[in-house]
């Protein structure tokens, strides 16, 4: 009979979730680095929507290699070379204007 035979529905192993939290904790380190990296180098990590600004009309977009961008209205292709600026959790400040951006909820 092993450990896993004798506890109770519910109940883990300890030692094993040792084990996987030893395991999974470098990596998710490892993750959380290469995520920061992936931001400094302009490419969108996906982890929020895309951001626009009701006041003036600059917004985000992805282009097919996952650089993200942000453009005007008059001219979607080209990238303007401004960046939202975040300054609280899901808010923003519009670089063109400087109108406080919310990041747009998820139904």
Do not use: H, W
């Not at 904790?25 to 009701?54: H, I």
């Amino acid at each position: 009979m092993t450990a896993r035979d004798r506890s109770k529905p519910g109940e883990r192993d300890d030692a094993a979730g040792d084990v996987l939290f030893e395991k999974l904790t470098p990596l998710v380190d490892e993750l959380a680095r290469l995520r920061r990296q992936a931001e400094e180098l302009g490419v969108f990590t996906g982890d929020r929507d895309l951001l626009a600004c009701a006041s003036c009309g600059l917004m985000e977009d992805v282009l097919a290699g996952g650089r993200l961008i942000v453009v005007t209205p008059s001219d979607l292709a080209a990238d303007t070379g401004l960046r939202f600026v975040e300054m609280a959790a899901g808010l923003y400040r519009c670089p063109g204007c400087g109108a406080a951006v919310s990041e747009p909820e998820n139904p």
